[in-house]
């Protein structure tokens, strides 16, 4: 069997970085994607580019080949009081969250189509599910778009053995909630009495359900958005 193929946005650190070694360590090649410089660690390839350019996605999909695993992870937020969010912030935050998906996906999918085998993960958002409970309007809305672009890529593409899937992360230990600590001090502290398990995930428990998902374990896993929040919102 040849060696499947897997392309990781936003893999230079925290959950991207994670989902990178769960899936080398799978087995799969690895291609990382990320608008900063990162070392290539477990990947076959590292690839510089920013999201919100649609010309940057068109060379990504024409110079990468074959990919039989998208996990669409890079996301922008901008933690601001909806007062003070530009119009420019704005249009980034969808740009990067959820357009580049929408592009990844079928730009990929297309090749995924003629072989008759993929799997796409989206990662959304806890925020998702309750609006965001910081300054994160614009990444909220985005990140519930995204559980519904992963839905309708699911109908369509399921026909042609394409599984199409989202988690649903909140509560993860990575730079990005960090970031929001610093805007916010004491914001982590204050998750802890609302999740059950009273801590935070690493990134790698976050990444064995993205491995899972890329499996043929999870062949019959589509259209589904997994909660990974230790219990901080049950649906």
Do not use: C, H
Not at 39 to 49: F, V
Not at 206 to 226: N, P, W
Not at 229 to 234: L, R
Request: hydrophobic share 50%; proline share 5%.
């Amino acid at each position: 069997m040849t060696q499947r193929i897997a392309l990781v946005t936003g893999s230079a650190q925290g959950i991207g970085r994670a989902v990178v070694e769960a899936l080398a360590a799978a087995g799969l090649v690895v291609v990382g994607v990320d608008v900063r410089e990162q070392d290539t660690g477990p990947m076959a390839r590292s690839m510089l580019a920013d999201l919100a350019d649609t010309s940057a996605i068109d060379r990504l999909v024409a110079e990468t080949g074959p990919v039989d695993v998208l996990v669409n992870n890079a996301a922008v937020l901008v933690e601001k009081p909806i007062e003070d969010m530009a119009v420019e912030e704005f249009d980034r935050t969808v740009a990067v969250n959820l357009r580049a998906p929408f592009l990844l996906s079928r730009g990929f999918g297309a090749g995924m189509k003629e072989r008759g085998w993929g799997r796409i993960v989206n990662i959304s958002s806890v925020g998702a599910r309750t609006g965001g409970v910081s300054q994160v309007a614009a990444y909220a809305a985005t990140k519930a778009g995204l559980i519904a672009l992963s839905k309708n890529f699911a109908r369509n593409y399921g026909p042609f053995g394409i599984t199409v899937n989202a988690l649903a992360p909140g509560a993860i230990d990575t730079p990005m909630l960090q970031g929001q600590e610093a805007v916010t001090p004491g914001l982590k502290q204050s998750l802890m009495p609302q999740i059950p398990l009273r801590r935070l995930a690493a990134p790698s428990e976050l990444a064995a359900v993205v491995a899972f998902l890329a499996s043929d374990a999870a062949s019959f896993v589509t259209g589904a958005t997994i909660d990974v929040n230790g219990g901080w919102f049950m649906y």
